[in-house]
């Protein structure tokens, strides 16, 4: 079945530690995107990208780095810089454009990240 | 600014009753508006989308709503079910850029028997 899969599911980090959160699509999509959601926030885009090997910072990148050097992966690394890691991070993907099914965005189930 | 606001922040209903949740918003250039239902610890999952030509939708026992003169929509469910207990999360699009979405803190729903 197509789909996006992240991984782990849950991740403990020491404080210091930097961590890699996995994000892979099958479903053919060119653009893919990570959120951060916080109790009673809406999602926050960290990062996204609309092809392979390029992507643009979101609103809250500081402490955050992707890649995307295949179309179906995009990996977000958490490092040491982010103050406050401790959310749930969701991976996204869509195809780009304007035609109207192009502008659903599939959403992966998502990773926990705890900061002990 | 874009800005999506949802009401209310949380709602119990009876097993079998009906609710409506409420999204207002400032987005412009609007393109399209989605409603999301998203279980606990889950990713969001689409229910509808509403371009600016309709403004009435529905999926089953969800039915969306939309003024575009007004801002605002409207997702109604009828004859909950238990497995409707989720958040439900209102995100718009503006079509001035590249997948420009903003996202509403969500309604969380809780339906019990």
């Known amino acids: 079945d197509g789909g996006i899969t992240q991984s782990p599911k849950y991740l403990f980090r020491k404080e210091g530690q930097n961590v890699t959160l996995s994000c892979e699509q099958n479903l053919n999509h060119d653009a893919m995107y990570w959120y951060r959601q916080d109790p009673g926030q809406g999602l926050r885009l960290i990062y996204y990208?609309?092809?392979?090997?390029?992507?643009q910072k979101g609103d809250i990148a500081e402490g955050y780095s992707v890649s995307r050097e295949k179309k179906e992966s995009f990996p977000l690394t958490v490092t040491s810089a982010q103050k406050n890691p401790t959310a749930f991070y969701l991976c996204?993907?869509?195809?780009?454009?304007?035609?109207?099914?192009?502008?659903?965005?599939?959403f992966g189930e998502g990773s926990w990240l705890t900061v002990v | 600014k874009n800005q999506v606001e949802q009401s209310p922040q949380s709602l119990i209903i009876l097993e079998g009753k009906n609710c409506t949740l409420q999204?207002?918003?400032?987005?412009?250039?609007?393109?399209?508006l989605r409603w999301y239902k998203q279980d606990t610890g889950r990713g969001p999952v689409s229910l509808t989308i509403?371009?600016?030509?309709?403004n009435t939708k529905s999926n089953g026992r969800y039915t969306a709503t939309l003024d575009a003169d007004t801002k605002q929509s409207s997702l109604h469910i009828t004859a909950s079910q238990l497995s409707d207990s989720a958040s439900y999360i209102c995100?718009?699009?503006?079509?001035?850029?590249?997948?420009?979405?903003?996202f509403g803190t969500g309604t969380k729903l809780q339906v019990i028997p």
């Open positions: 990208s609309q092809i392979v090997n390029d992507f």
């Open positions: 996204a993907s869509s195809i780009p454009g304007q035609r109207l099914s192009g502008n659903t965005i599939y």
């Open positions: 999204c207002n918003y400032t987005v412009s250039p609007f393109s399209n």
């Open positions: 509403m371009t600016f030509s309709e």
């Open positions: 995100v718009v699009r503006n079509s001035g850029g590249y997948q420009k979405v903003t």
